[in-house]
Structures are given as C-alpha cells and as structure tokens.
T-cell receptor
Framework: GAGVSQSPSNKVTEKGKDVELRCDPI?????LYWYRQSLGQGLEFLIY????????KSGLPSDRFSAERTGGSVSTLTIQRTQQEDSAVYLC??????????????FGEGSRLTVL | GQNIDQPTEMTATEGAIVQINCTYQ??????LFWYQQHAGEAPTFLSY????GLEEKGRFSSFLSRSKGYSYLLLKELQMKDSASYLC??????????FGAGTRLAVHP
C-alpha cells in the first residue's frame, strides 16, 4: 500500500490476555518506530528499528512488551498479560533511513487497545 | 536525560497569529520537528529545523536556536481547521525521535 498500515484498528481484550499489534511500513523505509499515546497525551517512545542494527528498546515500559521486525519490513508489537494501564493507541511510523536525515515520519492510523 | 517542554493548551482567534514554544534538553541533537495531530487522527509532518533560524512554509514557520534549546512554531492567518495538537519532537542520538506532550490549540471564530 501507499502508506503505513496497522492492524487491528481496534482491539478490546480482557486483563491478563496477550495481544499482538501489526505494522506494515512503507516499502523501502528502513526505520520503524512504535509509539504509545494515551488519551489527551503526547507520544511515548517504545522501540525503534533501523535497518539491520540492533533495535533501541529503551522505551519499552516493562518486560511484558516486546517487538520484532521480520525481514526488515513488517513489525509486530506483543503485549503479554495485558493490564488496564496498557490501554492506549499504539502508533507505528516509518521513515526513509533515519528520521533525522529526512525530517519526516509517516504514521499509521494506530491500533486502539482497550483492556477491560 | 531527555526533556521536551511545550504549553499544554492555547487558544486563538480566527485570522490571528499564534506562536507555540518548545524548549528541549536532549542527549544528542539531529534536528527539531513539528507535527500536527487532529483529534482521532495520526500525526502529520509540518516542519524540520536542523540549523538556527527561521524556516517558512506557507502560513506556517518554524524557528530554532540550538544554543538556547528553543524552537517555536508560528501559525499565521489562523483558520478553524488549524485547531489541533501541535507536537514538538527532537531527533536525538541514533536518530531516535522523541516527542513532547503536545500543545492543544483551539481556534475560535
């Protein structure tokens, strides 16, 4: 597709369940970011993939969160044993090389996660 | 550490000019970005500054002073559709982009 695609767009789950969120970046974009945005708040950095380099996982809030990027393209963010405080919109963005080289991240529409 | 500060909310009148300030303290600096986010939508890129000075793009301008760790976004001839959140973001070490909490701008007739 032409833009960053995320799925599911909405996910409602019960506390304690695992969830997987998928991001399909723009073809050819080597950088991929995951951010989390709670209602009315800014974007909280979670994880950053750049090419074949080791990902920057410094923003992951706990060991229940993990992410992988297969073949330098599609990424999956996994949240294990979800908690109510995990409820947020999870945004994925991609850019050509590093964002600081091009100045532009392209964002997906986000996956809204609600943990009951 | 990383710290990006911007006002939480601002209001302005249609047709007026508004300036949204952003101050930052980050480890490493590879440019400062402004993004616009309408309610319920994804952020979209507005501007990028890596050198000191003013970058103008239509009704929007962005200014950077690296020595002061300061930027502002200037919106001219405000329109109702400019009501949105404006996110300041800094490219730090390893090209990681860190966002501030955003400024919610409400434009009134």
């Amino acid at each position: 597709g032409a833009g960053v695609s995320q799925s599911p767009s909405n996910k409602v789950t019960e506390k304690g369940k695992d969830v997987e969120l998928r991001c399909d970046p723009i073809s050819g974009h080597t950088a991929l970011y995951w951010y989390r945005q709670s209602l009315g708040q800014g974007l909280e950095f979670l994880i950053y993939f750049q090419g074949n380099s080791a990902p920057d996982k410094s923003g992951l809030p706990s060991d229940r969160f993990s992410a992988e990027r297969t073949g330098g393209s599609v990424s999956t963010l996994t949240i294990q044993r979800t908690q109510q405080e995990d409820s947020a919109v999870y945004l994925c963005a991609s850019s050509l090389v590093g964002a600081s080289n091009t100045g532009e991240l392209f964002f997906g529409e986000g996956s809204r996660l609600t943990v009951l | 550490g990383q710290n990006i500060d911007q006002p939480t909310e601002m209001t302005a009148t249609e047709g007026a000019i508004v300036q949204i300030n952003c101050t930052y303290q980050t480890s490493g600096f590879n440019g400062l970005f402004w993004y616009q986010q309408h309610a319920g939508e994804a952020p979209t890129f507005l501007s990028y500054n890596v050198l000191d000075g003013l970058e103008e793009k239509g009704r929007f301008s962005s200014f950077l002073s690296r020595s002061k760790g300061y930027s502002y976004l200037l919106l001219k001839e405000l329109q109702m559709k400019d009501s949105a959140s404006y996110l300041c973001a800094v490219g730090g070490g390893y090209n990681k982009l860190i966002f501030g909490a955003g400024t919610r701008l409400a434009v009134h007739p």
